[in-house]
């Protein structure tokens, strides 16, 4: 069965708001709305749309991804990026709720293989038109995206692994890793590093 992967963006300032995964995004959506109109749910996703029923705007949606395959490493992936690129997501999570049954089950190296590289060498920013571009640029000006230089106490090399686990890269430094994708400072790969948390930056790492 496909699984498609989908954002909903504000209809002003296009601004990338959320990112789900359905086998029918467009049924998805309206189920969204009416959720919101109707009240009974409360959380970041449905207060948005609320906001913008208020103005009788409704959320633009655009499929983004599909899969015939596995769908939680996907949907994580993308949930990532975006917030690498800056934007502020109402994703609730990091992704990958209620993933299919893999009991008794293994990836096969093939898609392993398509995963790997989608991590390692796909830049989906690549494929964008100027205004997503620009829209990046601004996402991260508003949230104060100002990558630093690695200092010479954080040199301590870390391996950067997907949430299955498979090996991505090796960084000379936390503050090099966090720089590269995205985040403001590396406390957050540091603590992954000293098993405070479980990821950060929509990864998993440790100490080379």
């Known amino acids: 069965m496909k699984n498609y992967i989908y954002i909903l963006t504000d209809p002003i300032s296009n601004d990338v708001r959320y990112v789900g995964k359905s086998i ?9 709305i009416s959720e919101a109109k109707t009240g009974k749910t409360n959380n970041h996703r449905i207060n948005w749309i609320k906001s913008l029923l208020n103005k009788n705007l409704k959320p ?3 499929i983004i991804d599909e899969t015939n395959d596995d769908w939680v490493l996907l949907e994580e992936y993308w949930i990532s ?4 690129w800056g934007f502020n997501l109402v994703n609730s999570t990091d992704g990958g709720e209620n993933p299919p049954s893999w009991k008794g089950k293994t990836h096969s190296d093939e898609y392993k293989e398509i995963r790997r590289q989608k991590f390692l060498t796909d830049n989906p920013a690549k494929n964008m038109d100027d205004k997503w571009r620009k829209n990046i ?4 000006k508003k949230n104060g995206f100002l990558p630093t230089k690695a200092s010479e106490s954080n040199k301590v090399k870390v391996n950067q692994y997907t949430l299955n686990n498979e090996f991505i890269k090796t960084w000379d430094s936390i503050t090099e890793a ?10 957050g790969i540091g603590a992954v590093c000293n098993n405070k948390r479980n990821k950060a930056g ?3 790492w440790s100490y080379k």
């Open 178 to 187: 966090a720089v590269a994708i995205g985040l403001k400072n590396s406390s």
């Open 137 to 140: 640029s601004l996402a991260h």
């Open 24 to 32: 029918n995004p467009e049924v998805r959506v309206r189920k969204h």
């Open 202 to 204: 929509g990864f998993k």
């Open 81 to 84: 990026q975006f917030t690498t």
């Open 60 to 62: 633009k949606m655009e």
